[in-house]
């Protein structure tokens, strides 16, 4: 079994900064791709960033510039950098990993953390 566990969520004001973790655990071969999604009051879980084993990134548009998603392979850990947070920024953040492990033989399976909160206050 494989466990993501996020942390780095709290309060902050408008402007301010948060940097975010997610660590797998468990059963794990490797790990291809690791993705942030996040989760305003009312509204439908949405995509954030996706980093990937070889590094490379994409981010939604209304983080762009702001927020910086990298990876420590040797960790198995995704971070995410948060600056100039706005008070639209405020959800629960939850990362995401597609994880090979032993007994998969070579596929993928995507799992989930529980997630952590994020709230800016303007």
């Known amino acids: 079994q494989v466990q993501l566990e996020e942390s780095g969520g709290g309060w902050v004001q408008a402007g301010g900064s948060l940097r975010l973790s997610c660590a797998a655990s468990g059963a794990i071969v490797s790990i291809n791709t690791m993705r942030w999604y996040r989760q305003a009051p009312g509204k439908e879980r949405e995509f954030v960033a996706v980093v990937s084993i070889d590094g490379s990134q994409s981010y939604a548009d209304s983080v762009k510039g702001r927020f910086t998603i990298s990876i420590d392979n040797a960790k198995n850990t995704v971070y995410l950098q948060m600056n100039s947070l706005k008070s639209e920024d405020t959800g629960v953040y939850y990362c995401?990993?597609?994880?090979?492990?032993?007994?998969?033989?070579?596929?993928?399976?995507?799992?989930w953390g529980q997630g952590t909160q994020v709230t800016v206050s303007s």
């Open positions: 995401n990993a597609d994880v090979s492990s032993p007994s998969d033989y070579g596929r993928w399976r995507r799992y």
